[in-house]
Antibody
């Protein structure tokens, strides 16, 4: 059974940092692109970043470029999102997703999400 | 920059009725469109990818069509569990969502 479990969310002050993790199981992690998508309270979905199977290609939404870094450790079946210089507008539930091969960054499996709250 | 515009914002229907949701792209995206369903407190669920291919385990009452700039998600006969918010997506862009609510 495919499982994705996010962790690392919490309350952080503006300007602070957090590192989100996503533990994957039930599939060959190293064979899939992976994504982070977020959802601010009461709002729609926003794609954040994705990473190629071997970590050689990374893409970000403009609003997080230079502040967030997506990475992965295929030996640990884990995906990460390092978030620096956090702003109030980064407050959201962050989901990791497994992308379908050949899709347009579409994810067929998702974790339950981890809440990040940026507030003083 | 691609913009995906979904309409209507809210669709009020009764169980058993047909739902037709629209997603319009600001530029041609061939068939590179997916549809998701999301219920409160849950992650999105992939319904359709490649504009018309159903994801694994998705009932055949869900169908997608379209190419270029105009896409449609059709739910042939609404079941109680289908009342939710639906999003379209292509790479780094999501539509703003359509809420399907019980009339």
């Amino acid at each position: 059974e495919v499982q994705l479990v996010e962790s690392g969310g919490g309350l952080v002050q503006p300007g602070g940092s957090l590192r989100l993790s996503c533990a994957a199981s039930g599939f060959t992690f190293s064979r899939y692109w992976m994504s982070w998508v977020r959802q601010a309270p009461g709002k729609g979905l926003e794609w954040v970043a994705n990473i190629k199977e071997d970590g050689s290609k990374l893409y970000y939404v403009d609003s997080v470029k230079g502040r967030f870094t997506i990475s992965r450790d295929n030996a640990k079946n884990s995906l990460y999102l390092q978030m620096n210089s956090l702003r109030a507008e980064d407050t959201a539930v962050y989901y990791c997703g497994r992308e379908i091969p050949g899709g347009a960054a579409n994810s067929d499996y998702w974790g339950q999400g981890t809440l990040v709250t940026v507030s003083s | 920059e691609l913009v995906l515009t979904q309409s209507p914002g809210t669709l009020s229907l009764s169980p058993g009725e047909r739902a037709t949701l629209s997603c319009r792209a600001s530029q041609s995206i061939s068939s590179q469109l997916a549809w998701y369903q999301q219920k409160p407190g849950q992650p999105p669920r992939l319904l359709i990818y490649g504009a018309s291919s159903r994801a694994t385990g998705i009932p055949d009452r869900f169908s997608g069509s379209g190419s270029g700039t105009d896409f449609t998600l059709t739910i042939s006969r609404l079941q109680p569990e289908d009342f939710a918010v639906y999003y379209c997506q292509r790479y780094g862009t999501f539509g703003q969502g359509t809420k399907v609510e019980i009339k």
